[in-house]
Nanobody
Framework: QVQLVESGGGLVQPGGSLRLSCAAS????????MAWYRQAPGMGRELVAS???????NYADSVKGRFTISRDNGNNTIYLQMNSLKPEDTAVYYC?????WGQGTQVTVSS
């Protein structure tokens, strides 16, 4: 059974940082492209960052230079380090692996 479990969301002030984690199980993680998406209220789900099996990363223009995606194949986990957070980063963040999604974790950036 495939499971993707996100953690690390919360409330942070503008300019602050958060680190999201996604623990995966039930599929061969090390050969799977993994990604983070987000969905703000009233908006569609958008790709934030993806990481290949070799560790090559791609980012949405809106987060380049502020967010870093990484993976730990030994622990079947991906991470999203988010720095210099802005109110417009407020959304539910989802982890995706193959065709499977996690349940999401809320990130709120507000003073």
């Amino acid at each position: 059974q495939v499971q993707l479990v996100e953690s690390g969301g919360g409330l942070v002030q503008p300019g602050g940082s958060l680190r999201l984690s996604c623990a995966a199980s039930g599929f061969i993680f090390r050969i799977s492209v993994m990604a983070w998406y987000r969905q703000a209220p009233g908006m569609g789900r958008e790709l934030v960052a993806s990481i290949s099996t070799s560790g090559a990363a791609n980012y949405a223009d809106s987060v380049k230079g502020r967010f870093t995606i990484s993976r730990d194949n030994g622990n079947n986990t991906i991470y999203l380090q988010m720095n210099s957070l802005k109110p417009e980063d407020t959304a539910v963040y989802y982890c995706k692996g193959l065709a499977f999604w996690g349940q999401g974790t809320q990130v709120t950036v507000s003073s």
